[in-house]
């Protein structure tokens, strides 16, 4: 699919890693809950958005499992270190494993699936444990509390807040100025 078939992607933030994009497909706006993967459409756009529209089919099957996966991971990330959540993400990433190569240019890793269609899935748990190794404390939720979107803090000192200070950070600003004006 060329740049210029690819549909929009309506979400407010995009571009996290991959397993906190996959929990970005679902949003707030105007205080409704929105989710882009309600159907397969919603799915090509999800993988379009993470180059993976070339290598995984946006069926029935692979957004069955992609949905698996999403939910597996809000678990663990709304509750790290629950059994279950745990239980669910080791769960989706026993359709995959990573194989040891030799390219070219060194040392490699490729890797595979039992069934293409969890391919999509089991890159978006991987990608999670991949975070968990790098900086587990810089996996964050939105601080507004009206915000449902997560992203991986990649600011120097680690402080972010917001999932955008334009958005989220400029309305919290905002409710707080406004908030200690009706005090005076």
Wanted: a neutral charge.
């Amino acid at each position: 699919m060329s740049a210029a078939e690819t549909p929009h992607d309506p979400r407010p933030l995009t571009g996290e890693p991959l397993s906190l994009d996959l929990l970005n497909t679902r949003w707030m706006h105007d205080g409704v809950r929105q989710d882009l993967l309600t159907g397969t459409e919603g799915l090509a756009v999800w993988l379009a958005t993470n180059g993976l529209d070339g290598r995984f089919a946006a069926d029935g099957p692979t957004l069955e499992h992609v949905l698996r996966a999403r939910d597996a991971l809000a678990s663990v990330v709304d509750s790290p270190g629950d059994p279950a959540g745990i239980a669910r993400v080791d769960k989706v990433l026993g359709h995959g494993r990573i194989r040891a190569t030799l390219t070219a240019e060194g040392p490699g890793e490729k890797p595979e699936f039992k069934d293409a269609s969890w391919g999509a899935a089991w890159l978006a748990a991987r990608d999670y444990l991949n975070l968990l190794a790098a900086a587990p404390d810089r996996i964050r939720g939105c601080a507004h509390e009206a915000c449902v979107l997560h992203f991986f803090d990649t600011s120097r000192n680690g402080t972010r807040r917001w999932c955008s200070m334009a958005a989220c950070g400029n309305r919290a600003k905002a409710s707080r100025h406004y908030a200690r004006s009706r005090e005076t």
